[in-house]
């Protein structure tokens, strides 16, 4: 049943119906047209907006994740352990003070989700669209527009397009190969146009093993399809799409500035040393302490790991969309998709896995913590689009039910030592906490454009109207042993609800090729689910005190600008400044290498407002015709409006006043030199992150550092029956610079003079890859 509830399928019909006498684009929807600049530089907009092409890939790896590839537009930090940016637990994205899970996402007008990690309502870009299928992305860094189906975008969004099939039938292929054993192949075939219909099927594997010192079950696999189909016909068009996503990936340690101190950059588990690990899980373990084998300097027992787990993760993602042109001047578009995931985090932690026996000679001080995730979500787009005199004029509409559970077990009877890449059969011991979350969001919006003095000017105005709910519950799960109150999640019902969030913009032309803009906007962020940030993640008494207080996060966003568009030059100038109010932080006190569960003393506290005010600046020069130059500047002073109430068992005043936002850095630098002369081509990029904090008084963070990555290739002719030939190498972390790479948001805390909290990945250090592609 794709919508499950009654009112949304009357509403889907209606519009249906609507759309079969025709439609139009959805707003968030941009042209996929393939352009060669690395990044454009977003002309007529009333906001500030760059858009990513194909083209800025080429300097990183193929198969890179587009997000990763954001990091060097302006006001843009994107964090990944790993090269390709596909490790999901790493995965991180911050934009003018704001994070991942407080910016907006589609893929061809279809909402993605809030980017969390152990998401509960979509998925990643990497899961969604292999990259080779890009055709755009479109970055709002401050104000994402109206039109973005989103719950989550008290800033900015990513608008994600996926290329059309091409014209002619061919096919493509490239593989690689590269660092740590990494391996990948991508195919995709093209129909061609016959008469009005093209498609295309593709489909990608790839492999890599980690970079820290853990010599065995160290592997990540990856396999994906992506298929498109699309019909253009005189009155209009149909496109279906379809993503199967299969993720299985070993994880690196979060590390704590204590341990990189005494352990260095790569510590990662005792993998394949099983006895050694197991002598020191014994430490910990009343019943074992006679075969403890304690750690010694630097080491220390907390430090332990077998392996740092394995993240699983199957995505089905469909949708169909009509666009229809019904007269001249009314346009309408409508969309259904579906999504389901299948996920599991395993890892091995210390507890005593006595095989439900009495015998207590095959005791062993490891049990097996297994995570699992599902989400079950379908909706529908719709839009208006009707242009009369200087007006033009949309109204849509974004309905989504989804369903979404976590829960976690423990497996009491470890034998020995086996790969966790793998969903576990069976039926676990004991349950810790077991939660289902039903989920309802309506969206609608109106706006107006009104096009004056030859378009010179316009000015767009209108608001949005959102209403969201979820309902948790806990429930008993499928173990051996149900989950006991104290380690249980709350139930309860959560309500975010806006029925007037306005924006308003207006963009002037005053010469040919320059312009100003001035935008502003309010906005409202619906409670995150997820066991590790939402608020429901606590116990059912902190809940029963908390609950009835929290008030959904909103923002106010003002953004100003100046852009130039010639023949050789762009620029653009932008400077901002927001308030965020009802900042919700989450304190997670459980180290995340060991059980998690309400029992830790999750809690939530509201920090107040948050005011961040910057500038960017980005200039691309195309010096010849061979040779472009892109740099980006931004400064960005993102601070705490109050001082922070911390109140756990007592209350404290925490001096984060004047504060710089955890995450955040002030200063950032990129630079991006291309280079083309016939087949070859060259790209170098640079880019400066300044310093971070992950306490909210700012006395522990992380300082700036620069970092290069360069791309080689050589695109041979044409020759017989083959189109086209290419050969890169890619190099990552050019100077093997090491530093803190992602941040995990759930365990900031208001401060660590010890550095013990395990907060932050390590980099990758320098990789090298190598891909050669063929084009028939």
Not at 346 to 352: A, V
Not at 714 to 725: I, L, N, Q, V
């Amino acid at each position: 049943m794709l919508l499950r509830t009654a009112s949304l399928v009357a509403i889907a019909a209606c519009l249906m119906t609507t759309a079969a006498q025709a439609a139009d684009a959805p707003a968030a929807a941009a042209d996929n047209t393939e352009l060669d600049a690395v990044v454009i530089v977003g002309t007529g907009q009333t906001r500030s907006v760059n858009t990513l092409t194909p083209q800025s890939l080429e300097v990183l790896p193929p198969g890179t994740s587009v997000q990763k590839a954001l990091n060097f537009l302006p006001g843009v930090n994107a964090q990944s352990i790993d090269a390709l940016g596909v490790n999901e637990q790493s995965l991180s994205l911050q934009v003018r003070g704001f994070n991942t899970t407080h910016l907006g996402y589609s893929l061809d007008g279809m909402p993605l989700g809030d980017g969390a990690y152990n998401n509960y309502n979509g998925l990643t870009i990497s899961r969604a669209l292999i990259s080779e299928n890009l055709g755009r992305a479109d970055l709002a860094t401050g104000i994402a527009g109206l039109s973005i189906p989103s719950t989550s975008n008290l800033g900015g969004a990513l608008i994600y397009t996926s290329s059309d099939p091409k014209k002619a039938m061919g096919l493509s292929f490239n593989a690689g190969v590269g660092s740590e054993d990494s391996a990948r192949t991508f195919v995709r075939f093209d129909t061609g146009e016959h008469n009005g219909w093209s498609a295309y099927v593709s489909g990608q594997y790839a492999q890599q093993d980690l970079f820290v010192n853990q010599p065995a079950y160290n592997k990540s696999t990856g396999k994906q399809f992506n298929g498109k189909l699309r019909y253009q016909g005189e009155r209009g068009s149909l496109t279906a799409f379809a993503d199967l996503s299969r993720t299985n990936q070993a994880d690196d340690a979060y590390l704590s500035k204590d341990m990189v101190t005494r352990l260095g950059w790569d510590w990662g588990g005792y993998a394949p040393n099983w006895n050694d690990y197991v002598a020191r899980a014994a430490c910990s373990v009343a019943s074992l302490a006679a075969k403890c084998v304690t750690s010694k300097a630097p080491e220390k027992l907390a430090d332990v790991t077998f392996t740092n787990g394995q993240i699983l993760r199957n995505d089905d993602l469909f949708y169909i969309a009509g666009d229809f042109d019904v007269t001249s001047s009314l346009k309408a578009h409508m969309q259904v998709y579906r999504h389901t995931d299948k996920g599991a985090g395993n890892n091995f932690i210390t507890g005593l896995s006595n095989q439900g026996t009495t015998d207590t000679s095959d005791d062993l001080p490891v049990q097996i913590r297994d995570t699992r995730y599902t989400i079950d979500r379908d909706g529908v787009v719709a839009s208006l689009a009707w242009t009369y005199g200087f007006n033009h004029l949309q109204a849509g509409l974004w309905l989504e039910q989804n369903t979404s559970s976590a829960a976690r077990y423990i497996w009491t009877n470890v034998t020995g030592p086996f790969s966790l890449a793998h969903y576990l059969d069976g039926q676990p011991n004991t349950a810790q906490w077991v939660q289902k979350t039903d989920w309802s969001t309506q969206q609608f919006y109106v706006q107006d454009t009104i096009n004056l003095l030859d378009d010179a000017l316009s000015v767009e105005f209108g608001f949005k109207s959102t209403v969201a709910k979820s309902n948790a519950k806990a429930l008993p799960g499928i173990a051996k042993a149900p989950a006991a109150a104290a380690t249980q999640f709350a139930s309860g019902s959560l309500k975010a609800s806006d029925n007037f969030l306005p924006e308003i913009g207006a963009r002037y032309r005053i010469a040919p090729g320059h312009e100003v803009f001035a935008s502003y906007a309010e906005n409202m962020a619906m409670f995150q689910g997820g066991f590790k940030l939402g608020p429901q993640s606590v116990s059912q008494a902190v809940w029963d005190a908390q609950g009835r207080y929290l008030e959904p996060e909103t923002s106010k966003s003002y953004d100003v600008g100046y852009r130039y568009v010639g023949d050789t030059l762009q620029v653009s100038v932008a400077a901002y400044d927001v308030k965020f109010q009802n900042r919700l932080l989450q304190y997670n006190p459980c180290p995340t290498n060991q059980q998690q569960n309400p029992g830790c003393g999750n809690s939530f506290h509201n920090a107040g407002g948050v005011t961040s005010k910057g500038a960017e600046l980005g200039v691309l020069w195309k010096a010849t015709s061979w040779l472009n130059w892109y740099n980006s500047v931004s400064y960005s002073k993102s601070t705490y409006d109050e001082d922070l109430n911390w109140c756990t068992t007592t209350c404290v005043i925490k001096q984060t006043k004047g504060k710089q936002q955890v995450d955040t850095p002030k200063e950032m630098l990129a630079s991006v030199l291309t280079f083309k002369q016939g087949g070859f081509s060259a790209m170098l990029q640079g880019k400066y992150t300044g310093r971070r904090y992950y306490t909210y008084t700012n006395d522990q963070g992380f300082g700036g550092y620069t970092t290069f990555d360069l791309g080689v290739s050589y695109k041979f002719a044409p020759t017989g029956f083959m189109k086209g030939a290419k050969a890169s190498l890619n190099v990552s972390n050019l100077t093997n610079e090491r530093h803190a790479a992602n941040f995990d948001s759930s365990v900031f805390a208001p401060d660590d003079a010890a550095g013990s909290i395990l907060v932050f990945h390590s980099s990758a250090p320098r990789q090298v890859f190598g891909t050669i592609g063929f084009e028939f």
